[in-house]
């Protein structure tokens, strides 16, 4: 039962964490999107992922595996939408009114929404779907879709409103069409690390000697979009915050299988993506994490994006 980098929580408190400037975005092969308007100014865009299948989970080899991201197994994903970006302050605020984040930027609210529970995104995605004039993905027990904390929830997969990823969705999303450790190959050397990651453990042990304070402004997550995006136009898939999935998490099968969507229940639900102060190894698409948080934690280093079904 490991946690999500819990080693490193300490570093983050004593610990400046370097900050990589912005990357300029590849163009000519990034898929068109789709946007919705939430007032002000402030939208939401879409990147259309192809039907595709791919080897999800990690070889024994790979650096950094963990016994949970074996055995390979091949899966097909139907096509779907994924949000390009991890949900903002601004996309939050303008949605459900509020905003939650431990690391709160007054003139720029560009970053991901941290300090965000399970059932924060759940509540989300409905309220969203909704105000939208969509047809709701989750209810509870009783068909309602005003959902509280521990209720039983089930998801309608052929809903026009907005949800979570399946943990197999996004892992095959973040891959952008790649079959290699990271999305722009198997190197994990600093060059190719810098397009999607914020921080790595060399760099927090760089610092260590100078036992400088956080400057909570100036680190942590960073404006989304700002680095390279991946084959299929999304960005900061590795990296910022973690990502909610839908699934609760469970051991893998060794059989292919079409659109999975996790064990019929379970204790914790997965999240993936790694986060500013995880080292590279963690920041892979492969790698999984659930237990040590539980569905109602608030982390400021959590956050979510958005799935729909279909085009």
């Given amino acids: 039962m490991k946690h999500p980098c819990f080693a490193l929580l300490l570093f983050l408190f004593i610990l400046p964490l370097t900050r990589i400037e912005g990357v300029e975005a590849r163009s000519a092969d990034i898929?068109?999107?789709?946007?919705?308007?939430?007032?002000g100014g402030v939208k939401i865009s879409f990147a259309k992922i192809p039907t595709g299948s791919f080897m999800m989970g990690s070889p024994s080899g790979e650096r950094g595996r963990e016994p949970d991201e074996g055995p390979q197994h091949q899966v097909t994903i139907s096509g779907f939408q994924m949000q390009t970006s991890e949900v903002t302050e601004e996309?939050?605020?303008?949605?459900?009114?509020?905003?939650?984040?431990?690391f709160q930027h007054a003139v720029?609210?560009?970053?991901?929404?941290?300090?965000?529970?399970?059932?924060?995104?759940?509540?989300?995605?409905?309220?969203?779907?909704?105000?939208?004039?969509?047809?709701?993905?989750?209810?509870?027990?009783?068909?309602?879709?005003?959902?509280v904390d521990s209720d039983w929830i089930s998801c309608n997969w052929t809903s026009n409103g907005f949800r979570l990823p399946t943990e197999a969705e996004w892992e095959y999303a973040c891959r952008g069409g790649a079959d290699a450790s990271y999305d722009w190959g198997n190197s994990n050397d600093e060059d190719s690390f810098i397009y999607r990651a914020n921080s790595e453990v060399s760099y927090v042990m760089k610092y260590q000697a100078e036992d400088l304070k956080p400057d909570i402004a100036g680190h942590g997550?960073?404006?989304?979009?700002?680095?390279?995006?991946?084959?299929?136009?999304?960005?900061?898939?590795?990296?910022?915050?973690?990502?909610?999935?839908?699934?609760?998490?469970?051991?893998?099968?060794?059989?292919?299988?079409?659109?999975p969507r996790g064990p019929v229940d379970g204790v914790h639900r997965v999240f993936r993506g790694g986060s500013f102060f995880c080292p590279r190894e963690t920041c892979r698409p492969a790698r999984r994490n659930g237990p040590g948080c539980s569905l109602s934690g608030k982390w400021y280093a959590m956050g979510f994006r958005l799935a729909r079904s279909g085009y």
Wanted: a negative charge; glycine letters at 8%.
């Fill in 31 to 39: 898929p068109a999107t789709t946007s919705i308007d939430l007032g």
């Fill in 91 to 102: 996309q939050y605020r303008a949605v459900m009114g509020v905003n939650p984040s431990h």
């Fill in 108 to 147: 720029s609210q560009k970053q991901p929404v941290n300090m965000i529970s399970w059932w924060d995104a759940i509540r989300f995605c409905n309220t969203l779907s909704e105000t939208q004039g969509l047809t709701a993905c989750y209810q509870n027990a009783s068909n309602r879709t005003l959902i």
């Fill in 221 to 259: 997550p960073w404006n989304v979009g700002a680095k390279r995006a991946n084959g299929f136009g999304l960005y900061d898939m590795l990296g910022n915050v973690w990502e909610w999935c839908w699934d609760w998490y469970g051991s893998y099968s060794s059989a292919s299988q079409n659109d």
